[in-house]
């Protein structure tokens, strides 16, 4: 039986020192054919929470570490310039954007350095991401040379949540986490915009939803572990064609409303 194609030859996760980013990077590599490079990045490799990285990157030599604070330009573009030097010529397949800040702020204590603060790192920070690593992912649409998009050709996954659905969040939520939702649907519309402009360039976009759970950020009241929404999110990712860029997702492929 022929050897299962890996879902990209050259990927890149950032915010990857913990929770989903961590385990996305973990599965990728322990896949029966992971990708060339795993490009597992985030803002602090040498601290503490930089030490399970450090473990999975000496156990497997497709984990490549990168230091990349998404928001900090000058850190995007070394990171850039670092990736590019690794892939030696080659393009970058898929970039999943995962970093990302969680808020509890209510109307009545929202602060607008607080709301400002979220929305660099949810919105803004993708954004300058994808902009920077651009010229990677068009490489490797071009190297494709394939009609159709997949994530083995070129693609950004930007990893949402469904409180950032307009008609979803009122019904999920007993009290609105104004920044976060905010951001969160904002990043939806940032993914709507990348899909329309850059499908021509052979590039596909979608957002996806991991489900809750049990991380930092879901607590551990959430239903759902890390290694089961992981699994379903390379699942997904695996599934996903020209029919499905510029849609949102959920962890299990049910398509959610904006």
Known sequence: ???????????????????????????????????????????????????ALQELAAKYSPVRLVQLDAVSLASVQAAVKEVETQLNGKGLNLLINNAGVNSQATLQSAQQEEMLSVFTT??????QVVKEFLPLLKK?????????????????????????SIELCVKILKAPMYSYCASKAALNM?????????????????AIHPGW???????????????????????????????????????EGKSLPW
């Open 140 to 164: 490797a649409a071009l190297e494709a040379g394939k009609d159709g998009l997949s994530c083995s050709k070129a693609a950004i996954i930007n990893i949402s949540s469904k409180v950032g």
């Open 1 to 51: 039986m022929a050897a299962m194609a890996p879902l990209a030859r050259n990927v890149l996760v950032t915010g990857s020192n913990r929770g989903i980013g961590l385990e996305l990077v973990r599965q990728l590599v322990e896949s029966p054919n992971p990708p060339e490079h795993v490009f597992a990045t985030c803002r602090d490799l040498d601290g503490p929470r930089g030490k």
């Open 213 to 251: 759970v049990k991380t930092d950020m879901g607590t551990e009241k959430a239903p759902l572990t890390v290694e089961c929404s992981v699994q379903g999110i390379l699942n997904v990712l695996a599934s996903l064609s020209q029919a499905t860029t510029g849609v949102f997702l959920d962890w």
């Open 190 to 206: 940032v993914t709507r915009c990348m899909a329309e402009e850059l499908k021509d360039a052979g590039i596909l976009c979608t």
């Open 122 to 127: 949810n919105v803004v920070g993708p954004i």
